[in-house]
C-alpha cells in the first residue's frame, strides 16, 4: 500500500505507508519540522527515475510523476527518459492532476497544493496546512447546532490548527481549468471556482460527520464520487455538497473509476473490487482471484480499465468492470500509479521508480 504517517488515532494502512517510503528514502526528513519541509525546495537527484513516486498522469503527450521529497519528472518520450523539474516543496507528494495539457495541480503532505501553468514544467504553492485548516476550521464554525457528532469535528478543526502543517492531501481532481477539488486526511475537502486562486471549505456540505480520512475524487457521468475509510462513499449534489449513498462494503477504498458510460467501479483493501451498473443504486462483487490491496486504476485510451496492487500485479477488465483477469505487465514492486502513455505504453508508479511497458501490452479491445 502507499506507505504514509503517523497518526495519534487508529490510521489505514494506506496513510502509514506515504509517510514511511518517504522516511525510508530520506531518514533525515523525518527529523526536520513538516514547516521547514513544506518551505524547502526539492533538492536535484541524480537517479530520480529510480525514487519512490506515488502518481503518474498524462498531460497532452507528456507524462508527469511526483512523489517523494517534493520530485517532480517529466517525459516527453512516453516514458522511456525522465527529467525533474524544480519544485517549491520537499514534503511528499500524493497526487497529481492535469486539466488538459498545461494547466495541472499536485498536492500532498503538509496540506500542499502545486500549481503548474505550462504543463509541469514549473510549479507554485497555491495552498499549505496553515492555510488549509484556517478555512477547514471556519467551515466547521458554520456547522448548525443539530449537526451529526458536532463536538468531535469541532476538536478535529481544533487540533488541525494546533498541529499546524502536517496533514495531507489525497486526491486533486479538477473538470476543468477552474471547477476542481482536494480531498484528504480526516476529511478535509476543498473546492475552488478559480483554478484555485481561492479555495473553500466544502466541510459545511459533506457528510462525514466521523471525519474519515477520504482517498479518491473521481467523476462518473455527470457526478463526482468520493471514497475513503469504513466504507466512506459520497456523491455530489453541487459543487460544494457531497452525500452519502448506501456502500456494498465496510472496508477501505483507495479508488472509484469510471467504467463505461454510468458504470461505477471501487476498489480497495484486500483485494475488494465493487461494480454498478447505474451509478451507484445496485452493487455487484467482483471477484479478482485475490485479497491483496489494490491500489491504482487507469482507464485506457480504448476503454479498458486496468487495476494494481500493492505486489505489483495489474488486471484489465474489456467489460467496464464486470470482470478482471491478470495482465502479464506487472513489475515486482508496489504500484501506487498507473497511466497510459500517448503511445499506448502502460507507465507505472511505483516504490523502486518509474517503469514503462511495451505499446503492444495496452492493446486489446473493449466489449
Not at 497544493?113 to 488549509?132: R, Y
Request: proline content about 5%; overall charge positive.
Amino acid at each position: 500500500m502507499k506507505p504514509m504517517m503517523l497518526y495519534t488515532r487508529k490510521t489505514s494502512p494506506l496513510l502509514a505507508a506515504l509517510a514511511f517510503a518517504a522516511l525510508l528514502a530520506c531518514p533525515m526528513a523525518g527529523m526536520a519540522k513538516p514547516q521547514d519541509l513544506l518551505e524547502r525546495p526539492a533538492e536535484m537527484h541524480p537517479r530520480v527515475e529510480s525514487s519512490v513516486f506515488l502518481s503518474v498522469v498524462r498531460a497532452g503527450k507528456r507524462l508527469v510523476a511526483v512523489g517523494e521529497q517534493g520530485r517532480i519528472v517529466l517525459s516527453d518520450d512516453n516514458g522511456a527518459s525522465w527529467k525533474q523539474v524544480p519544485s517549491p516543496t520537499s514534503v511528499t507528494l500524493t497526487a497529481v492532476h492535469f486539466a488538459g495539457d498545461k494547466q495541472g495541480w499536485a498536492v500532498g503532505h503538509s496540506g500542499i497544493v502545486l500549481h503548474s501553468t505550462d504543463g509541469g514544467q514549473t510549479w507554485e504553492k497555491q495552498l499549505d496546512g496553515v492555510q488549509a485548516a484556517k478555512l477547514h476550521g471556519a467551515g466547521v464554525q458554520a456547522l448548525g447546532s443539530d449537526t451529526p457528532n458536532l463536538p468531535a469535528q469541532q476538536r478535529n478543526a481544533q487540533q488541525l490548527l494546533a498541529d499546524g502543517a502536517d496533514k495531507p492531501f489525497l486526491d486533486v481532481y479538477f473538470e476543468n481549468e477552474n471547477k476542481g477539488w482536494i480531498i484528504g486526511a480526516y476529511g478535509i475537502a476543498f473546492t475552488t471556482n478559480n483554478g484555485g486562486k481561492q479555495w473553500e471549505t466544502i466541510i459545511p456540505g459533506i457528510t462525514n460527520p466521523k471525519s474519515r480520512h477520504l482517498y479518491s475524487v473521481r467523476p462518473v457521468a455527470d457526478k463526482r464520487y468520493v471514497v475513503g475509510e469504513q466504507g466512506t462513499l459520497l456523491v455530489n449534489e453541487g459543487d460544494k455538497r457531497f452525500s452519502a449513498i448506501p456502500s456494498p462494503y465496510n472496508g477501505t477504498y483507495f479508488g472509484v473509476i469510471s467504467g463505461n458510460q454510468r458504470e461505477l467501479v471501487l476498489y480497495g483493501l484486500r483485494g475488494n473490487v465493487f461494480w454498478s451498473g447505474n451509478e451507484g443504486r445496485d452493487w455487484k462483487k467482483v471477484e479478482v482471484g485475490s485479497a491483496v490491496t489494490l491500489t491504482a486504476a487507469t482507464r485506457l485510451d480504448n476503454g479498458n480499465l486496468l487495476l494494481a496492487d500493492e505486489t505489483g500485479r495489474v488486471l484489465r477488465s474489456t467489460d467496464g468492470g464486470q470482470n478482471f483477469t491478470a495482465e502479464p505487465i506487472a513489475k515486482a514492486a508496489y504500484i501506487t500509479g498507473i497511466t497510459q502513455a500517448s503511445d499506448g505504453s502502460i507507465i507505472l508508479a511505483t516504490n523502486r521508480g518509474l517503469f514503462r511497458t511495451a505499446p503492444a501490452a495496452a492493446q486489446k479491445d473493449s466489449k
